[in-house]
């Protein structure tokens, strides 16, 4: 899958993206970051159609949620839990529009998520997986999930070590409400596009091994990996899921360390 290339990161442009205040502005942004995937795809020699595009919304008000949705964007991911929520609660009367969770999750919030997400692509603990089970099935409800894998070895950020990843996976059939679809990684976030890149080869190798001996009913057929500034190379090697935010609904007038309290500044970058 590896593709010989000499794509860059876009990180340069990181915080400088101009905010979408119409929903015409959000169709060229749409436009544009679909062209990118497109020409990504034409070089890997792959279906533009096997990659699904992810619109981040984090940190964005309900008024530009709703351009987004008037543009097209049929699914949004968040971070945090309870200001997805409260979207959510704002915005019932958008019947066609579904949430994806795609930010770290403590047990104490997973009733929230079993409420209203139709994606929760942040699991890394049994813990959570049992609760989040548990609440789904009071709920009557199943859930999309995807095992968070950290490969960039880095302490800021979440995620299972790889090696921990089968055993893990191993466990998760025993929850019936969740329906596991793949992996999901944050790259490094650098310039050099070669280290970027090989967050994506390991995970993309790791999903190999993995379906190989994976247990019955656990799918593991979707890599989400790769935002604004890197998903051109996350598709290069696989990707098919990209989480897209600033290149879409503008940059956000904070660091990345106000969203992540705790955080440092490069350890959870903005999608």
């Not at 409420?115 to 409800?141: I, K, P, T, Y």
């Amino acid at each position: 899958m590896s593709v010989p290339s000499d794509t860059r990161t876009r990180h340069d442009k990181h915080g400088r993206y101009p905010e979408a205040t119409t929903v015409e502005h959000f169709q060229r942004n749409l436009d544009a970051v679909r062209a990118r995937i497109e020409a990504a795809c034409r070089r890997a020699g792959r279906d533009f159609a096997t990659v699904r595009l992810l619109p981040v919304s984090k940190t964005k008000p309900e008024a530009s949620l709703r351009l987004a949705h008037a543009a097209g964007c049929r699914m949004l991911g968040e971070n945090k839990v309870q200001e997805a929520y409260r979207k959510w609660e704002a915005m019932q009367d958008l019947t066609d529009l579904r949430w994806s969770v795609i930010g770290h999750l403590q047990t104490n919030k997973t009733k929230l998520v079993a409420r209203f997400a139709a994606e929760f692509q942040a699991l890394d603990s049994l813990r959570v997986a049992e609760a989040l089970d548990r609440r789904l099935q009071v709920e009557g409800r199943s859930l999309d999930v995807f095992v968070q894998v950290n490969t960039s070895g880095e302490a800021s950020k979440y995620g299972l070590a790889p090696g921990d990843v089968p055993a893990f996976v191993q466990k998760l059939p025993a929850f019936k409400a969740l329906r596991v679809r793949g992996l999901m990684t944050l790259a490094l976030f650098s310039s050099e596009a070669e280290r970027v890149r090989q967050c994506f080869v390991l995970l993309r190798s790791l999903r190999d091994r993995l379906r190989q001996s994976t247990p019955v009913g656990n799918g593991l057929d979707e890599l989400s990996m790769g935002m604004s500034g890197d998903f051109e190379i996350a598709i290069e090697e696989g990707a098919t899921v990209v989480r897209v935010g600033q290149a879409i609904f503008g940059a956000r007038p904070l660091p990345d360390s106000h969203y992540w309290p705790g955080e440092t500044s490069t350890g959870e970058p903005q999608p």
